[in-house]
């Protein structure tokens, strides 16, 4: 089975750091989705991209995150300086450009801000 | 996308059928009816998609009522390995647009499926 694959799955950093987060979508799938979890909020969206270029980032803080897809096979979250809030699930997730195709989940990064 | 409602919990007995339902009354005609699954620790999974047929895979069956306004997904055996939380979402199944298939998800049901 294909699989989006994310790394790291978990991460423990002080605030005032540099967070990086990856992603390799499932080859082929043109559409790639950045979500949070949190208990409070439950899933959000952070931002997305389609064939490469960002479509929608307003789920995302400006000032701290930023979203890239340096190639078709990688795809990355940052978040500089972290902060406490900022701990939560993150999920990526891609799909096919196929009507109706639906959004295949990595297992996540879980990240700890202390 | 239309607004879903969803019971908070479930409970179900390992082998007998889970019927899990949802409200979407405001669905427009170009919206579908998509399930997912988040098993603790993991991502979501996807699980099945209609429109206004009734629709069946390997994992569970999609019942939509005529008028399209609630569904139910119903797993027709339950394992203790389908405890999870289930989210019905509604949205416009289009390639493109201006959505490209995002996904906004609710609560969800927390489905206990207990020996």
């Known amino acids: 089975d294909a699989r989006v694959t994310q790394t790291p799955r978990h991460k423990v950093t002080e605030m005032g750091q540099e967070v990086t987060m990856r992603c390799q979508p499932i080859l082929g799938h043109n559409t790639v989705f950045w979500y949070r979890q949190t208990m409070m909020q439950g899933l959000e969206l952070l931002a997305y991209?389609?064939?490469?270029?960002?479509?929608?980032d307003s789920g995302m803080p400006k000032d701290r995150f930023s979203a890239e897809m340096p190639d078709a096979t990688l795809a990355t979250l940052k978040i500089q300086p972290s902060e406490p809030r900022d701990s939560a699930v993150y999920f990526c997730?891609?799909?096919?450009?196929?009507?109706?195709?639906?959004?295949?989940f990595g297992n996540g990064t879980r990240l700890t801000v202390t | 996308d239309a607004k879903t409602t969803q019971p908070p919990s479930m409970d179900c007995a390992e082998g007998r059928a889970a019927n899990l339902p949802c409200n979407h009354s405001t669905i427009s005609g170009n919206e579908y009816v998509y399930w997912y699954r988040q098993i603790h620790s993991q991502g979501p999974q996807y699980i099945i998609h209609g429109l206004k047929n009734n629709e069946t895979n390997e994992m569970a069956s999609l019942i939509i009522t005529e008028d399209r306004k609630s569904s139910t997904l119903i797993l027709p055996h339950a394992t203790l390995r389908d405890t999870a939380v289930y989210y019905c979402?509604?949205?416009?199944?289009?390639?493109?647009?201006?959505?490209?298939?995002?996904?906004?998800f609710g609560q969800g049901t927390i489905l206990t499926v207990h020996p």
């Open positions: 997730a891609s799909r096919s450009g196929g009507v109706g195709s639906p959004l295949h």
């Open positions: 979402i509604v949205r416009v199944a289009s390639a493109g647009g201006t959505s490209y298939g995002k996904l906004t």
């Open positions: 991209f389609r064939n490469r270029a960002p479509l929608d």
